[in-house]
């Protein structure tokens, strides 16, 4: 039985309550820029379910991966997080992520929350090895799975017999004892710079070599011993997603960030990489947010969808409920949009705002067909038409 077969069998018969993982409130995120203020991101709300996919929609610059950044409180200057509260539910409990120290945040990337970035070719270093990149991410967050992996394989081969001398034994035993009782100890840092001692992490690194091994086999990657010693460059764009997939999960993370991972891709690597991830999430027990602008995408992977617009958000529905009924005038605008057999093709009236002086009230009223006197004047809040089913429109 396969790893994911597995994995899929342990997670039958959970019960998959409803319950929040991620909960975005009043999301407030600006860069300072010569020109001016970029207010990119305003005032956005949203909750991410446990075990679900939630699509996040939108045009170009709406803010879509800037709040997947700040999820990861990776926003690069100038940008700022000037407010709001991202809460994340642990088995500690919920902390907020916008207060956590930088530590605590390096424990929680990768580990808690893990992101498949838009370019493959950006995301790795072109010059470290396949295999040394994601064993980066390994080492960083499960050094002491690996610890107590090595020590059972020296008690392995001492009951097979093999000779290791009393000395090294007692010495190993105790570097790998001391990985299991604290993995970032400052005095493994000293020990592993000394030529003769780092000796040790031999089998530290055998047990790495095996479970970068056990994770590219799992993402279907013919011949993984040898695309381990590969170089980015040496890739296809295809398999170079699925090497970034891997570092994404190879922690097997509460929330996978899936930022437009199939944009570059033609389309028989984007239906398989849509099948690995949709795979990969049920075997994982993974939450999944993924970003795109491509609306077909959403209809075939998503079970909720989030529609942003000029960074805020302008309705949050089930996936059928939104292609069968929207309330937005936006997202009514985007679904028209989308060319169809015997259907007439029309296009959203006017161009996105420029978000230096984004307009007053509710940023969408200078296109939108509907518009109404309050518009211009007031913000619009979230409210709930129908159950499940929020829009931030003053029709409603």
Do not use: W
């Not at 999944?288 to 909720?304: K, Q, S």
């Not at 829009?391 to 409603?396: I, M, N, Q």
């Amino acid at each position: 039985m396969t790893h994911l077969e597995t994995s899929l069998t342990q997670r039958s018969g959970e019960d998959n309550a409803v319950e929040n993982l991620l909960s975005i409130k009043n999301l407030e995120v600006k860069f300072y820029t010569y020109e001016g203020i970029v207010e990119a991101i305003d005032g956005v709300n949203l909750n991410i379910r446990k075990y679900e996919t939630l699509g996040l929609v939108g045009e170009t610059g709406c803010g879509k991966s800037v709040t997947s950044l700040s999820v990861l409180v990776l926003v690069p200057p100038p940008g700022k997080i000037e407010g709001g509260k991202i809460l994340l539910k642990t088995k500690e409990g919920t902390v907020d992520l916008l207060h956590e120290k930088e530590a605590s945040l390096r424990g929680i990337r990768g580990k808690d929350i893990s992101m498949i970035f838009q370019e493959p070719r950006s995301a790795l270093n072109p010059v470290y090895t396949v295999g040394e990149q994601i064993a980066e991410v390994l080492v960083n967050h499960r050094k002491k799975e690996f610890g107590e992996r090595a020590l059972k394989q020296i008690e392995n081969d001492l009951s097979k017999g093999q000779s290791i001398t009393d000395f090294i034994y007692r010495f190993e035993k105790k570097i790998y004892q001391k990985i299991i009782d604290n993995p970032n100890a400052f005095s493994l840092k000293i020990l592993s710079r000394i030529p003769i001692v780092s000796r040790y992490q031999r089998r530290l690194n055998m047990e790495t070599k095996k479970e970068i091994v056990r994770i590219l086999r799992d993402m279907k990657i013919p011949d993984p011993d040898r695309v381990a010693e590969m170089y980015p460059h040496e890739l296809s764009s295809g398999m170079a997603q699925r090497v970034v997939i891997s570092m994404a999960l190879g922690c097997n993370p509460k929330l996978l960030i899936a930022d437009e991972p199939t944009t570059n891709l033609d389309v028989t690597v984007q239906a398989q990489i849509l099948a690995l991830i949709r795979e990969l999430k049920v075997a994982f027990n993974s939450t999944v947010l993924y970003i795109t602008h491509d609306l077909g995408v959403i209809a075939e992977i998503c079970d909720r969808v989030a529609v942003m617009y000029a960074g805020t958000v302008c309705e949050v529905a089930d996936v059928v409920e939104l292609f069968k009924a929207p309330l937005h005038p936006y997202t009514q605008g985007l679904l028209e949009s989308i060319p169809r057999p015997g259907k007439r093709f029309t296009s959203i009236k006017g161009e996105v705002p420029g978000l230096i002086n984004p307009p007053r009230g509710c940023r969408f009223h200078p296109r939108c067909p509907n518009a109404m006197e309050i518009c211009p004047r007031k913000k619009p809040t979230f409210t709930e038409p129908a159950k499940d089913h929020f829009v931030t429109c003053h029709l409603y």
